[in-house]
């Protein structure tokens, strides 16, 4: 069974920075591609940035603020996010890329209010 723990949510004022992690126990992390996902209030579940073998990603609404990196030896994710802003509030999840079901976590809460 994989187990997928997100961690590093919380609540902070909108400039101000997070650090998000994934710890995956998938068998063959180093070949699969990731990406972390968000869902706010009342939307839909978006991914927002996906890093491969070589190559990241990002959704248009935290180009040049986030950055997904990885860890292969600690099967761990990273989502650096800065300069936040209240519509980044939202749930914080890491599966897949496409996502499985099963792999979906309990999130982390990222709160960016003044």
């Known amino acids: 069974q994989v187990r997928v723990v997100e961690s590093g949510g919380g609540l902070v004022q909108p400039g101000e920075s997070l650090q998000l992690s994934c710890t995956v126990s998938?068998?063959?992390?180093?070949?699969?591609?990731m990406g972390w996902y968000r869902q706010a209030p009342g939307k839909q579940r978006e991914l927002i940035a996906l890093?491969?073998?070589?190559?990241?990603r990002y959704g248009d609404s935290v180009k040049g603020r986030f950055t997904i990196s990885r860890d292969n030896a600690k099967k761990t994710v990273y989502l650096q996010m800065d300069n936040l802003k209240p519509e980044d509030t939202a749930k914080y999840y890491c599966?897949?890329?496409?996502?499985?079901?099963?792999?979906w976590g309990q999130g982390t809460q990222v709160t960016v209010s003044s």
């Open positions: 890093i491969g073998r070589g190559e990241t």
């Open positions: 599966n897949q890329n496409p996502p499985k079901r099963l792999y």
């Open positions: 998938l068998p063959h992390f180093s070949i699969t591609s």
